[in-house]
């Protein structure tokens, strides 16, 4: 899985290069774009084409005989039966895009959220490292070695939660950059990455996890740690972040899907695509 | 579209367009009123509490060198106070130009007359009257309101009236704020979520410290259960629910077994604190109905893990981004500020008092809160300041009159509690604030050119506070004020002993005593009139010749018949009678608020020791400018028209002072 | 004014005894008297008037 995440993930770094000193908003149009196009390809070469024209003829054909029959009440109504005959056949045609595209739409937002879902931190910022623990190790008893790089600073000691088997620690992002924090548990080495970064635009992974496809598929920013290793996981709680419009707080999500759709349908003309 | 409009909508387009791609660099700024540049700029600090006798000293001793070089530049004068000398008293008379007589606010408390109940002075909440129940639930149909009491209008209503752009930062006495175009936001006077003026929660394991009833907050006994403390936030009454109950927020704090460190989980918050760490604003929502909540914000202040618990939450400030009651003008004015500066700080004053004077914060911690406040003071204020380039800039701090408050004792050897201990750590508390000030003048003065007027102003001065008085118990003594039961004497609050059929006066708020009038109080026995002139002036003069047995001084210098010392339309409200007490003394804790001690006189052994609820001319203000002051001894009612002449404007009907220069 | 009796519970009748003269009251009955003034007054304060303390009381110049 890992090999996957991380080819996968080299191409958005690629695609994002560009953008990274950039206002978020650039990146985001841009991979909006990026998406609008491979859905238009997906569905011009999985829909039937001509049946979707077909069905959006018989539509406005239908629509029109409303508009011209309106006083008759017979016609109206079969003509409005017919409406949602063809809408039902319409929703059909799409399905069979729709079902080609989920999966790698799924891959793309979980990319996406690493790049939208959560702030850097900022110098002078404080923060949650939180570690999850396997059930057979004992929390009291186990050492957890924890050493950071100078521009990080590990401000309490560990914090042990029984009932949610977690240890946490408060850490102080003192400088910008890409900081290591390095764990020992029972031997066994542990680094993970902490942005403290000043780039508008950042890839950020809070959590490592260990080997496991639906964890790794999930959390694909880090190389995961072997399976059999006592950390479950290892989490930085990033702040969430949110796109910014004329103060509008807005998450992210919902802004790709704006624009992607918006562009879908601004260039669904140009590459001659019935959606 | 014709060319223009055309022209305009792609302006339009392209600048929306500009500010969509920068994105989280966009920001709308509140635009103040004004139209045109004035010539003329007016720039005032307003340093609550700031003391002409205290300023002097240490400018003598070159520790205020900005003051001093603004008094070289114009001039130095006491400011006459307000009376009573109580800041939103004071301040009234300041925005108004006019006295409590015109403005009709005339202590922290006043009443109703029809029941004896005391009210706060500043603003009056009224629920919405039009409600539709369905189930449990009761939903608004008109909305509540937030009225005002302050009549009259305030100065920068009349200067937008010019077109003279104004900002006014958190001036007392102004909440809700009063009506207006100008960019304000309200200061003392405006409560937090709960609708209190103060109300802290704090959460211990330790039993002793528990107490059923303690003014200005809640103390909760927690346990500690498989290292987890689980415990509930009080937040504000449901209106939207049929019996009215409390909302809460439930909220957990893990500890670790042996280290002192602990989490605390609350809504989406979850942060680490170690003992004697604060958080840092935290934003919780309090759940109404599926579709209404209301947000607010609170500090948390890990005390202790071990071997007590001890966990301070501060009062829960109305969210300045999402306020849940009217905080500023233009509405958008704070969520601006939120948006540049972060949460901050909207109670009115914002120093927790309460927690200090009840242990929950030693002096330490009380500095460290006020610390907070006014380093967000200061930090706002460079801001306005680097905008301001017309019209008006009022500027307010309230650390100087807060720290004053609680830290006289380190500076009084004659206080009650006076340790000099402490006093060698915290001695200096006071003049720090002062030298703060002194910072922050400095950078006014930077700003300052020729036409600019700057004024650092007080509302009023500071005395020691040794002994308080029970007006009440002493009129009770003299015969002017009946008891239901002698032996309850002392135990309740709200007049609930008294026998109104057989009072003749009753003392309520802090300087304010009243007669117990036919036909205006709600069990009158006093005619108005000739009897009721002849009983205000023996009261008068049985209080000035009384005399305190332990020291031989007269608790109270001058009491005033209001008729004699008030003008206006608001006389038919105004107490009888304002006790100006002397130096050291002032009305006791429990007075204000209808409660009759056994005691006419008791040692004050609060940390709150400073105080200045006296007669006026105890503890008169500060009146510091770059210009020469034309009249001897001016008033704080004299500021206003003096402002208005600095633009050219004539004072309005009803202000009673003249101008200063 | 006429008096009414009531009938206390003998190990609390003892108990009234000793704190009444602890607490320094003049008498049983005043003891009693004030406790039921007090509990009774505690029931009379509407919820309005103990919200008048509550809102008020966060004002630092009175307690």
């Known amino acids: 899985m890992w090999v996957f995440n991380s080819i996968f993930g080299k191409i958005f770094e690629i695609v994002f290069f560009p953008f990274k000193s950039m206002t978020p908003w650039i990146g985001m149009i841009f991979i909006s774009f990026l998406t609008a196009l491979l859905m238009l390809c997906v569905f011009r070469f999985t829909s039937h084409q001509q049946g979707i024209k077909q069905v959006k003829n018989k539509i406005k054909a239908h629509l029109l005989e409303i508009r011209l029959f309106k006083d008759s009440l017979n016609v109206s109504l079969r003509a409005q039966g017919n409406i949602l005959r063809y809408n039902l056949k319409y929703i059909g045609y799409s399905i069979k895009p729709l079902m080609v595209m989920i999966i790698p739409l799924i891959l793309i937002l979980i990319q996406l959220n690493l790049w939208f879902g959560h702030q850097s931190l900022t110098p002078g910022q404080e923060v949650i490292l939180k570690v999850e623990v396997d059930e057979d190790l004992s929390l009291l008893d186990t050492e957890f070695l924890i050493e950071s790089s100078s521009g990080l600073v590990i401000e309490t000691p560990p914090l042990r939660i029984e009932e949610t088997r977690e240890v946490n620690w408060k850490l102080f992002a003192k400088e910008t950059g890409i900081h290591e924090l390095s764990m020992t548990v029972n031997g066994h080495r542990i680094v993970k990455k902490v942005a403290v970064a000043q780039k508008s635009l950042n890839k950020i992974s809070p959590v490592k996890v260990r080997r496991n496809f639906i964890d790794e598929l999930f959390h694909p920013g880090e190389a995961p740690l072997p399976a059999n290793h006592p950390i479950k996981s290892l989490e930085i709680k990033y702040p969430s972040n949110y796109m910014s419009l004329f103060g509008w707080r807005i998450h992210w999500l919902i802004v790709y899907f704006a624009l992607s759709i918006i562009f879908g349908f601004a260039l669904k003309g140009v590459f001659k695509v019935e959606i | 579209m014709n060319r223009v409009n055309r022209r305009d909508f792609i302006k339009f387009a392209l600048s929306s367009g500009a500010l969509l791609t920068l994105g989280s660099g966009s920001e709308l700024v509140t635009k103040t009123l004004g139209k045109s540049d004035t010539h003329k700029k007016v720039l005032i600090l307003g340093l609550d509490g700031m003391d002409p006798h205290l300023l002097q000293i240490w400018m003598k001793q070159g520790k205020l060198p900005s003051f001093q070089k603004l008094w070289n530049q114009g001039d130095f004068r006491r400011l006459r106070t307000s009376t009573p000398p109580q800041s939103p008293v004071a301040w009234s008379n300041f925005i108004t130009g006019m006295n409590p007589g015109g403005h009709g606010i005339f202590d922290f408390i006043h009443r109703d007359p029809e029941s004896y109940m005391p009210k706060f002075s500043g603003a009056e909440i009224k629920e919405a009257d039009k409600t539709i129940r369905i189930g449990n639930l009761v939903l608004p149909l008109s909305g509540g309101e937030v009225k005002l009491s302050r009549k009259g209008r305030a100065f920068w209503q009349i200067l937008e009236d010019h077109d003279i752009p104004a900002t006014v930062f958190k001036m007392p006495g102004n909440y809700p704020p009063a009506p207006t175009k100008q960019r304000t936001i309200s200061g003392m006077g405006t409560p937090d979520l709960l609708g209190f003026l103060s109300h802290f929660n704090y959460y211990t394991t330790e039993f002793a410290e528990v107490k059923e009833d303690i003014g200005g907050g809640e103390i909760h006994e927690v346990y500690i259960a498989e290292n987890t403390v689980e415990a509930s936030l009080p937040g504000p009454v449901n209106t939207f629910k049929k019996d009215r109950p409390d909302s809460s927020i439930d909220f957990k704090v893990h500890i670790d077994p042996f280290n002192p460190v602990a989490k605390i989980v609350i809504q989406d918050n979850e942060f680490i604190l170690k003992p004697g760490e604060w958080s840092g604003w935290k934003r919780i929502r309090f759940k109404m109905i599926p579709t209404q909540s209301v947000n607010g914000i609170c500090m948390f202040y890990l005390k202790q893990i071990r071997p007590e618990f001890k966990l301070y939450i501060s009062p829960i400030n109305i969210d300045p981004a999402a306020p849940a009651l009217p905080i500023s003008t233009p509405s958008n004015y704070s969520k601006e500020l939120e948006k540049r500066f972060g949460p901050f700080f909207t109670k009115g004053l914002p120093a927790d008092t309460k927690a200090l004077d009840n242990n929950v914060l030693d002096d330490g911690e009380f500095l460290e809160q006020d610390d907070f406040i006014l380093n967000e003071r200061l930090e706002m204020f460079e801001h306005e300041l680097s905008r301001f380039d017309s019209g008006l800039l009022f500027y307010y701090v309230s650390s100087t009159d807060q720290r004053q408050h609680m830290f006289w004792r380190h500076i009084d050897k004659k206080n009650p509690i006076y340790d000099p201990n402490q006093a060698k750590k915290y001695g200096n508390t006071i003049e720090n604030i002062y030298r703060e000030m002194d910072r922050m003048l400095a950078k006014a003065m930077e700003k300052t050119d020729k036409d600019t007027v700057l004024i650092a102003m007080s509302d009023h001065g500071f005395s020691p506070f040794h002994r308080s008085f029970n007006p009440n118990t002493w009129l009770y003594e003299n015969g002017y004020h009946a008891l239901i039961n002698k032996w309850r004497q002392g135990r309740e609050d709200l007049f609930m002993n008294t026998d109104w059929s057989k009072t003749k006066a009753y003392a309520l708020g802090l300087n304010g005593l009243y007669i117990n009038q036919k036909g205006r109080e709600g069990e009158g026995t006093v005619n108005p009139g000739v009897e009721k002139e002849a009983l205000v002036r023996e009261i008068i003069q049985n209080l000035e010749s009384f005399r305190d047995p332990q020291t031989g001084e007269n608790p109270v210098l001058k009491a005033y018949a209001t008729k004699d010392v008030y003008q206006g339309s608001q006389m038919d409200k105004a107490p009888d009678i304002i006790i100006g007490y002397n130096q050291g003394y002032r009305v006791s804790w429990s007075a204000p608020l209808g409660r009759i001690p056994k005691n006419i006189l008791e040692d004050n052994r609060e940390k709150w020791s400073g105080d200045h609820c006296m007669a006026p001319e105890v503890v008169p203000g500060i009146l510091v400018t770059n210009q020469k002051i034309n009249i001897d001894s001016p008033a704080l009612f004299d500021l206003t028209p003096t402002i208005l002449q600095i633009f050219n404007i004539k004072k309005t009907e009803g202000m009673i002072g003249k101008s200063i220069f | ?63």
């Open chain 3, 1 to 63: 004014m006429g008096k009414a009796k009531m009938k206390l519970d003998k190990d609390l009748m003892k108990k009234v005894k000793k704190f009444s003269e602890i607490s320094g009251y003049s008498s049983p009955e005043e003891f009693i008297t004030h406790c039921l003034e007090k509990e009774i007054a505690k029931l009379e304060e509407s919820d309005s008037e103990e919200e008048i303390k509550k809102k008020l009381k966060g004002l630092g110049y009175i307690s």
